[in-house]
């Protein structure tokens, strides 16, 4: 088959240089120019202002509202939630996320993890109670694994929770969890007699506190917070009947990587587009910097990465959507995509010079919050080691 004369082919997009948006159903569009109207009518003219003071105002607020997108636990079904595609929710993750990293973090943590967890080992009590109030955004949840001194290795921690007669006993704390001063419900993993259990945890339980952690440099506009379990007394019915085990928390982690994957690319995509501009207004020697060699070389090798991770994050929502995304492949997706687009915010950083570290641009505060995405749900060892297992059959983690 010959090739098409040039004249017939539709003109280059700078900002869809290969075409990605040909692999979009109308659908699919739609759902990503409804997130990305929100993101830039109610998040781009105030997230400055909320990353230099160190808050997310009006969260509350904000959740009702992504509630009402339907963007909180978007890829599952029933309860009040979407139901649509995991390549729907990705792009929502990243026109989430090309607006600021807290904004992705805090609907990650709210349909990835806390409504997820319930949905996938819940009752159908537990569901009927959280999911369709956490759905419209009325309760804001939290998810409960890390610790003080225990991140990449979940199966050494400490928290522990008890029996007491019919009921459960819960001592223990809970670090780096975000939404956790302003959630109504926490999800929380705890040791037991008979392996790792997940509680749900409502806000109001004695015993339960969540002091809000201060002083970031990264993830500014977002709620972090510590969780403190001191003998929280629970129901016998507040253990999720459907995850014993790491499997449980594990699981809800690789349904939160995936969003990653799309966020981050978003981040990226916001940094690329201000170095672009920067590049074809700023004069230097005369022209534009833009005009200059080293400038175009920058400027193509990001676009490089940036579509090429996006392609690779479509080609993973599509094998999520079918069932045949594997863990090892989110692992893959996390690693580059992170990874590159760090690379990208530096790289444009370089282009806008001194103007760089200004807030009145989006790069560094891109940079500063991917520095947090690289390491929260599994830091970049802990997927290399994912795939050097994958890939050898030996397991070096041990």
Not at 30 to 40: E, G, H, K, L
Not at 165 to 192: F, Y
Not at 207 to 226: D, M, N, Q, Y
Not at 260 to 285: C, N, P
Request: net charge negative; hydrophobic share 40%.
């Amino acid at each position: 088959m010959s090739a098409k004369p040039s004249s017939t082919l539709p003109p280059f997009d700078p900002s869809d240089p290969l075409g990605l948006d040909d692999l979009l159903t109308d659908e699919d569009r739609a759902v990503r120019d409804t997130v990305r109207r929100w993101a830039t009518d109610r998040v781009l003219p105030e997230i400055s202002d909320w990353y230099e003071r160190g808050e997310l105002p009006g969260i509350r607020e904000l959740a009702r509202e992504l509630g009402s997108l339907g963007a909180l636990g978007m890829s599952l079904t029933g309860y009040g939630c979407a139901g649509s595609s995991a390549v729907q929710y990705g792009l929502a993750c990243l026109e989430l996320e090309a607006a600021d990293s807290g904004i992705r973090s805090l609907v990650s943590v709210q349909g990835s993890l806390a409504m997820y967890a319930i949905w996938r080992f819940g009752s159908e009590e537990q569901k009927q109670q959280w999911l369709p109030r956490m759905a419209a955004g009325e309760i804001i949840g939290c998810f409960g694994l890390t610790e003080p001194d225990i991140g990449s290795d979940p199966a050494a921690m400490r928290t522990y929770a008890k029996r007491d007669g019919g009921d459960w006993v819960l001592t223990g704390r809970k670090m780096w969890i975000t939404n956790g001063s302003v959630a109504g419900v926490a999800v929380v993993w705890a040791r037991t007699d008979d392996g790792i259990r997940g509680f749900v945890v409502p806000a109001g339980t004695p015993g339960f506190s969540a002091p809000e952690i201060k002083h970031k440099w990264s993830l500014r506009a977002s709620v972090t917070s510590e969780l403190v379990l001191d003998e929280v007394r629970l129901p016998a019915d507040a253990v999720l009947p459907e995850a014993t085990g790491l499997r449980g928390p594990l699981g809800c982690l690789s349904h939160a990587r995936y969003g990653i994957v799309w966020g981050s690319m978003g981040a990226a995509r916001a940094s690329f587009e201000a170095a672009l501009d920067y590049a074809k207004t700023r004069e230097q020697f005369g022209k534009p910097i833009g005009g200059f060699q080293l400038t175009q070389a920058k400027l193509a090798d990001m676009a490089l990465e940036l579509h090429k991770g996006i392609l690779l994050a479509h080609h993973l929502g599509q094998r999520m959507d079918a069932g045949r995304l594997r863990p090892e492949q989110i692992s893959f997706g996390k690693l580059n995509n992170v990874r590159e687009a760090i690379e990208i915010c530096r790289t444009a950083r370089t282009i806008l010079g001194a103007n760089g570290i200004s807030l009145e641009y989006p790069v560094m505060r891109h940079a500063t919050n991917l520095e947090s995405v690289l390491t929260y749900e599994g830091t970049v060892e802990m997927h290399q080691l994912v795939l050097g297992k994958a890939l050898t059959g030996l397991d070096a983690f041990r």
